[in-house]
C-alpha cells in the first residue's frame, strides 16, 4: 500500500503497542477496556518523579513527591531513587541538552515526525492526529548538534525477566525513529533503565543504531500501519478481524471483546468437571507414544494454555467487581477486593468492637481469616457504622496507608 489512507478512518496504535499491533494487528481494530489504568499509573508516578529530578534537580524531585498522592510503597520506591546520579550514569558527558517527557507523532506513510510536546510544555503548533504513532520518550540526549541521540526508556519491571536487548524491541525502535527523523539524527543509541525499588539502575544497552538501521526500522512501523490499516478497513466494512493469539496477550487492552478470548471462554463452558482426570501413569504412556517434536509442541501449548487460564482468572475478577457472577448451584461470587489486605491481625482489629456487637455478628461480619476491604464494608454495615469511620481509626493507627486517588493500599504497621 503506497498510498497514504484517510486519516480521519483509522488510528495507529501508540509506541507502546507496537509489539502487540505487530503480532496481532486485528487487536487495533477492537474496542480497548481501561483495567489496566491503575498498573500504569503507578508506573506514571515513578516516571514523573524521575523527570522532575533530571528537569530540575533532586529538591524538585523531593518537593514535587511531597505534593503528590500516592500509594506508600511507591512514594518509598521514588525516595530511594536519585535522578542527579542516575542521570551521570546513563549519559556521558558532552551532551548538548537532555529533554525529558518528550512526546513525538510519527507518520509512517509521509516519514515525518512531529513534535508534540516536551517537559510538559505543548509544541507550538503540534496537532494530534490518531492515524500517526504516538511516542513518548522519557529522556533524550543531545550530542553533537542532533547529529547523535541517546534514547533512554525507563522501566520499573524485572530487568532479569525479558533479557530482549533494546534494538530489537519495536517500542525503542519506534522512538528512534520518531527522535531521529526529527533531530535528522546520523545515531541514536537505545537504552533500557531498569529503576528498582532500593534505588538501583540496571541498565540494559546502549544499543547503536545507524541511520540505515533507523531507516529499516522505519519501514517495519510503514508495514505495521499497513496491517493494522487493513483490520480496521475490514471491521468497518462488517468483517471479522483476524486475531493471532502469543505472548502479546498478557496486557491487550481489546482483550474482553477479542473472538479468540471469547472462544476461550466458551471452551471452558464445554469441560466435563465430573469426569476424572487421568492420572500421572496414564498421561506419562501417552506420551511415550508421541515422538519427541509432538511432545515439544504440546508442552509449548500447555505452557501457553495456563498463561492464557490465568489470564482468564484475572478476567473473572474484573468483571466480578461490576457484577456477581452466578456459580454452578446459585451461590453468587462477588468482588470483594481479594487483592486489598490489610496488615492487621483480625482478632486485634474485632476486639475494638467486641463489647458491642455479638459473636454470630462478628462471624458474619468477615468471611475469611484475613481482612478485606470488603470485610470492613460487612463489618461497618453489621455494626451500623460508616465504613469511613472504620477506615479513619485504621488510618490513625498506621494500619493502612489511605489516599484519595487510590484504593486502600496494604502498610505495615511497625515502618
Same mark, same amino acid.
Given at each position: 500500500m503506497s498510498k497514504k489512507p484517510d486519516p480521519h478512518n483509522f488510528r495507529l496504535p501508540s509506541g507502546s503497542r507496537l509489539e502487540l499491533?505487530?503480532?496481532?494487528?486485528?487487536?487495533?481494530?477492537?474496542?480497548?477496556?481501561?483495567?489496566?489504568?491503575?498498573r500504569l499509573q503507578r508506573g506514571s508516578l515513578i516516571h514523573d518523579y524521575m523527570a522532575h529530578g533530571i528537569l530540575?534537580?533532586?529538591?524538585?524531585?523531593?518537593?514535587?513527591?511531597?505534593?503528590?498522592?500516592?500509594?506508600?510503597?511507591?512514594?518509598?520506591?521514588?525516595?530511594?531513587?536519585?535522578?542527579?546520579?542516575i542521570v551521570d550514569k546513563l549519559f556521558p558527558a558532552g551532551y548538548d541538552f537532555i529533554w525529558v517527557e518528550c512526546k513525538f507523532q510519527y507518520d509512517p506513510w509521509e516519514r515525518k515526525s512531529y513534535l508534540l510536546s516536551r517537559q510538559g510544555d505543548p509544541s507550538p503548533g503540534a496537532k494530534w492526529s490518531p492515524s500517526r504513532i504516538t511516542n513518548k520518550l522519557d529522556v533524550v540526549a543531545v550530542y553533537d548538534g542532533g547529529k547523535h541521540l541517546k534514547v533512554v526508556d525507563f522501566k520499573t519491571g524485572d530487568p532479569f525477566g525479558d533479557m530482549t536487548?533494546?534494538?530489537?524491541l519495536l517500542q525503542l525502535q519506534g522512538q528512534a525513529v520518531a527522535a531521529g527523523i526529527y533531530f535528522e539524527a546520523e545515531r541514536v543509541d537505545v537504552s533500557i533503565g531498569f529503576l528498582r525499588p532500593n534505588g538501583e539502575l540496571v541498565?540494559?544497552?546502549?544499543?547503536?543504531?545507524?541511520?540505515?538501521?533507523?531507516?529499516?526500522?522505519?519501514?517495519?512501523?510503514?508495514?505495521?500501519?499497513?496491517?493494522?490499516?487493513?483490520?480496521?478497513?475490514?471491521?468497518?466494512a462488517g468483517?471479522?478481524?483476524?486475531?493471532?493469539?502469543?505472548?502479546?496477550?498478557?496486557?491487550?487492552?481489546?482483550?474482553?471483546?477479542?473472538?479468540?478470548?471469547?472462544?476461550? !471462554?466458551?471452551?471452558? &463452558?464445554? $469441560?466435563? =468437571? #465430573?469426569?476424572k482426570l487421568p492420572s500421572k501413569e496414564d498421561l506419562v504412556e501417552m506420551l511415550k507414544a508421541m515422538t519427541p517434536e509432538e511432545i515439544g509442541i504440546a508442552y509449548g501449548k500447555m505452557a501457553h494454555a495456563k498463561a492464557m487460564l490465568d489470564r482468564a482468572k484475572e478476567s473473572f475478577k474484573f468483571v466480578a467487581a461490576y457484577a456477581p457472577i452466578l456459580l454452578p448451584g446459585g451461590?453468587?461470587?462477588?468482588?470483594?477486593?481479594q487483592q486489598e489486605r490489610l496488615s492487621v491481625d483480625p482478632v486485634e482489629f474485632l476486639a475494638r468492637w467486641k463489647d458491642e456487637c455479638e459473636p454470630e455478628q462478628l462471624g458474619e461480619a468477615f468471611r475469611s481469616d484475613a481482612i478485606s476491604m470488603g470485610g470492613v464494608r460487612? !463489618?461497618?454495615?453489621? &455494626?451500623? $457504622?460508616? =465504613? #469511613?469511620?472504620?477506615?479513619?481509626?485504621?488510618?490513625?493507627e498506621g494500619y493502612v496507608d489511605r489516599r484519595a486517588s487510590y484504593k486502600l493500599q496494604p502498610r505495615n504497621r511497625h515502618d
Open positions: 499491533a505487530e503480532g496481532c494487528p486485528g487487536s487495533h481494530a477492537l474496542p480497548h477496556a481501561s483495567e489496566w489504568a491503575e530540575a534537580g533532586n529538591e524538585a524531585a523531593t518537593a514535587w513527591l511531597d505534593s503528590t498522592e500516592m500509594p506508600g510503597d511507591v512514594e518509598n520506591w521514588c525516595n530511594n531513587l536519585d535522578p542527579a546520579k536487548m533494546p534494538k530489537d541498565e540494559r544497552g546502549p544499543d547503536k543504531l545507524d541511520s540505515m538501521a533507523i531507516g529499516a526500522a522505519a519501514a517495519d512501523l510503514k508495514a505495521i500501519a499497513n496491517r493494522v490499516y487493513g483490520q480496521q478497513k475490514t471491521v468497518k468483517g471479522v478481524p483476524m486475531v493471532i493469539e502469543g505472548p502479546w496477550c498478557k496486557y491487550c487492552p481489546a482483550l474482553y471483546g477479542c473472538p479468540a478470548k471469547v472462544g476461550l !471462554f466458551r471452551g471452558l &463452558m464445554t $469441560i466435563d =468437571t #465430573e469426569t451461590k453468587k461470587q462477588v468482588d470483594l477486593d460487612d !463489618f461497618a454495615k453489621v &455494626m451500623e $457504622i460508616p =465504613t #469511613e469511620d472504620v477506615l479513619e481509626e485504621l488510618e490513625d
